[in-house]
Antibody
Framework: QVQLQESGPGLVKPSETLSLTCTVSGGSVNSGSYFWTWIRQPPGKGLEWIGYIYYSGSTNYNPSLRSRVTISTDTSKNQFSLKLRSVTAADTAIYYC???????????????WGQGTLVIVSS | EIVLTQSPGTLSLSPGERATLSCRASQNVSSTYVAWFQQRPGQAPKLFMYGASFRASGFPDRFSGSGSGTDFTLTISRLEPEDFAVYYCHQYGTSPWTFGQGTKVEIK
């Protein structure tokens, strides 16, 4: 049973970079069977897809965030990470990492989520 | 970007009643790439329907999904106490992947 766990600072100052890591246990980020994704949810609001990374290193980002976001993997630690630059209060949210099972290279469904981590952007 | 509009925003029902939730897309979506999530307070979203009508493992058959094109529906035939939550539809066939704004099913 795969488990995903987000970690990182809970408070980030405006204009700085938000950095989160998702540690994967019971599965490998080096597997070609999944997309490794980030999703966020402002408090009391809906869900927003941030982007995903494939084991090959290819990425796909939400255009609304593309200029500020980078998702990467660290196979030695079995982790994938999110960096969001130049944050503002609008980036305050619960950030979730999740795994998407692929079917012949196409997304099949989300099969595992982390519990989420709240990041507040404030000075 | 495909915008998903869910209705109603809030559904007030009693246990045992039937719930019908709607998700309308701003353009055609392949039903293969439509999913529904359930989110309880303080918890991560949980997938319970994918491919518009396939139930995820562990979810009871009182949940059913249908639809095609731009209109998708989630039906809960008889609400149980644990079903009162927020439900999100989601499309992942066209980038950027998008979510509806959610329907809250609350106890009347």
């Amino acid at each position: 049973q795969v488990q995903l766990q987000e970690s990182g600072p809970g408070l980030v100052k405006p204009s700085e970079t938000l950095s989160l890591t998702c540690t994967v246990s019971g599965g490998s980020v080096n597997s070609g069977s999944y997309f490794w994704t980030w999703i966020r949810q402002p408090p009391g609001k809906g869900l927003e897809w941030i982007g995903y990374i494939y084991y090959s290193g290819s990425t796909n980002y939400n255009p609304s965030l593309r200029s500020r976001v980078t998702i990467s993997t660290d196979t030695s630690k079995n982790q994938f990470s999110l960096k969001l630059r130049s944050v503002t209060a609008a980036d305050t949210a619960i950030y979730y990492c999740a795994r998407v099972l692929l079917d012949y290279g196409d997304p099949f469904y989300f099969d595992s989520w982390g519990q989420g981590t709240l990041v507040i952007v404030s000075s | 970007e495909i915008v998903l509009t869910q209705s109603p925003g809030t559904l007030s029902l009693s246990p045992g009643e039937r719930a019908t939730l709607s998700c309308r897309a701003s353009q055609n979506v392949s039903s293969t790439y439509v999913a529904w999530f359930q989110q309880r307070p303080g918890q991560a979203p949980k997938l319970f329907m994918y491919g518009a009508s396939f139930r995820a493992s562990g979810f009871p058959d009182r949940f059913s999904g249908s639809g095609s094109g731009t209109d998708f529906t989630l039906t809960i035939s008889r609400l149980e106490p644990e079903d009162f939550a927020v439900y999100y539809c989601h499309q992942y066939g066209t980038s950027p992947w998008t979510f509806g704004q959610g329907t809250k099913v609350e106890i009347k």
